[in-house]
């Protein structure tokens, strides 16, 4: 096996064991030929033997070199994936295929190993560990130092950013508002950084200026406080005055208030009187209007009964044409009936005859005697319906009669009624005339109550409105002269206060002459909307 170097290569160990099965089968399919008799079983056995030893050492090779380092390899791989990197690779025995994917396996384990370190070290910012030394092949490890680098460079600006900045704010903290950050000999070459640095110094020239302000106003306020207290003084002898002329302001207003509530009262009387007026007129303008509109059903109910009544009539009409008809046809029934009577009665003399014959004829004549005796039966029950017929027509007519004559007699009621109808919507028609005019009026009488109540009302309404605002003028004057009093002492209290004011303006201009702020006209960078 080692001469043939099938242990080096898993194809070959499985190539060969599938060689020996093979040659084995074509040994058996040969051996008929080759062989008889007892050497013919033995050479069967030990090909047997053969074919089952070589199957179970194809079965040990496929578990040992192939299953169990790959189950092994798979093993690893899955803890590497869940990010156990503890795990120890497979070692795989020999030169084979499988051997060297272990090997391979190991070598990859190791480089993430690696890389898992010199990541932790970049995360703890430990840029000299000696993890960062190790080399990584390949393009992975190429842009594991460029992030080494990068990663440093951006440490580096970033601790000479915060120094700068150290610096300037502990100048600005003991009063130093010239204190700005120098972009151009702090050592860092990133404009992202250079952008923050002008953003802190447009800040503190912010803060100087209106420092500077600050400084111009407390001055200001200083030279105004005195002047505030001379208009002070003025403003104190003029409330003094108002005080004066609101008081008597206020004594004519109460008077003009109780006469306006004199007046508010009696139109509240009067808008009550008109007031009521209007209800009686709204009330009799309402019933006018339900005896209209009743007036109108009325004449509604009318015309309709007198249209209904129409219709009857017509109907009636119609029923005496239709009576009048079957008079004419009971007539024509009537004839019919004599004529079928006429008819027996002929049929009577044929079968008279027919048995005459017969008598004459003898026994030949018997079939005929026959048929002339069913002739003369079926005259004589032709005749008897005939006359029961005529009976039926008789008894038909005097009804038919009648009832043309009730028909007749209705006809002429029902025309009575049309008369007595129309004569009643006639009247109903004045009476909704009359009830239409009365209600007009009504209508008119309670719009015009209903204005004068509204109109009264209106007035006195807006005499309260007098009456309040005259009753208000004279309390708001005496509010006013109680606040004139209360200015009068306010701006007392006010001229101390800006003695006060004057004073701290003072020491305003003296706490922030402290600080030294900047004296150029440099323009303040203004905000971007990043």
């Known amino acids: 096996m080692d001469v043939l170097r099938i242990s080096d290569s898993v194809e070959r160990k ?18 008929p030929w080759v062989a008889t008799g007892t050497a013919r079983f033995a050479l069967t056995g030990l090909l047997l033997t053969g074919a089952t030893l070589a199957f ?23 803890g590497v994936a869940a990010g156990d990197l503890t795990a120890t690779p497979p070692k795989v025995d020999g030169n084979d295929e499988v051997a060297k994917l272990a090997d391979d396996f190991g070598e990859m384990h190791e480089h993430v190993c690696i890389v898992a370190s010199q990541a932790s070290a970049l995360a703890d910012q430990q840029f000299d560990d000696p993890a960062l030394d190790e080399d990584l092949p390949g393009e992975f490890g190429d842009a594991l130092d460029r992030m080494h680098r990068n990663l440093a460079d951006y440490t580096q600006n970033l601790q000479h950013l915060v120094e700068a900045f150290a610096d300037a704010t502990s100048r600005a903290q003991s009063g130093d508002l010239t204190a ?89 009387t009067l808008s009550a009187t008109v007031e009521e007026i209007a209800a009686s007129a709204d009330e009799v303008a309402n019933t006018a209007e339900t005896a209209s509109e009743r007036g109108e059903a009325g004449r509604d109910a009318a015309t309709e009964a007198m249209e209904e009544l129409d219709a009857v009539e017509a109907r009636i009409d119609h029923t005496a044409d239709a009576v009048a008809e079957l008079a004419d046809g009971i007539e024509e029934i009537d004839e019919i009936a004599a ?29 005929f005697g026959v048929v ?55 009247e109903f028609e004045t009476i909704v005339d009359m009830v239409t005019d009365i209600d007009a009026s009504v209508a008119e009488v309670s ?5 004068q109540a509204q109109s009264a ?5 807006r005499v309260d409105d007098v009456a309040n605002i005259s009753e208000e003028t004279a309390g708001q004057s005496q509010t006013v002269v109680e606040t004139a009093n209360e200015q009068s002492a306010s701006i007392d209290d006010l001229a101390e206060q800006a003695g006060v004011l004057s004073s701290r303006a003072a020491d305003l201009d003296g706490l922030v002459g402290s600080f030294d702020v900047i004296e150029d006209d440099r323009a303040v960078s203004a905000p971007t909307d990043d």
């Open 14 to 31: 499985v190539v060969a064991a599938v060689a020996i099965q093979f040659g084995v089968s074509l040994a058996q399919a040969a051996l």
């Open 447 to 451: 719009a015009a109550t209903d204005q």
């Open 180 to 268: 700005t950050i120098d972009t151009a000999t702090w050592g860092v070459d990133d404009d992202r950084y250079e952008a923050v640095a002008e953003t802190y110094n447009d800040l503190v020239y912010t803060l100087s200026t209106t420092l500077g302000e600050v400084q111009a106003f407390a001055q200001e306020v200083s030279e105004m406080s005195a002047s505030a207290q001379h208009h002070v003084e003025q403003a104190n002898a003029a409330s003094e005055e108002v005080a004066a002329s609101v008081s008597e302001i206020s004594d004519g207003a109460t008077a003009q208030t109780d006469h306006l509530q004199t007046v508010a009262d009696e139109l509240n």
């Open 372 to 426: 002339a005796e069913e002739v003369k039966s079926l005259a004589e029950e032709t005749r008897d319906s005939a006359d029961e017929v005529s009976a039926l027509i008789a008894d038909i007519t005097e009804h038919s009669e009648e009832t043309l004559a009730d028909v007749r007699r209705m006809n002429q009621q029902v025309s009575d009624s049309l008369d007595t109808v129309g004569e009643a919507i006639g």
């Open 56 to 78: 179970v050492n194809t079965i040990l090779i496929t578990r040992k070199d192939i299953v169990s380092p790959i189950e092994s390899i798979s093993s690893s791989a899955a």
């Open 457 to 461: 009302q209106d007035i006195a309404i």
């Open 339 to 367: 004529f079928i009577e006429h008819v027996g009665s002929q049929t009577d003399l044929l079968a008279i005859n027919a048995a005459i014959e017969a008598a004459h004829a003898g026994e030949a004549g018997d079939g």
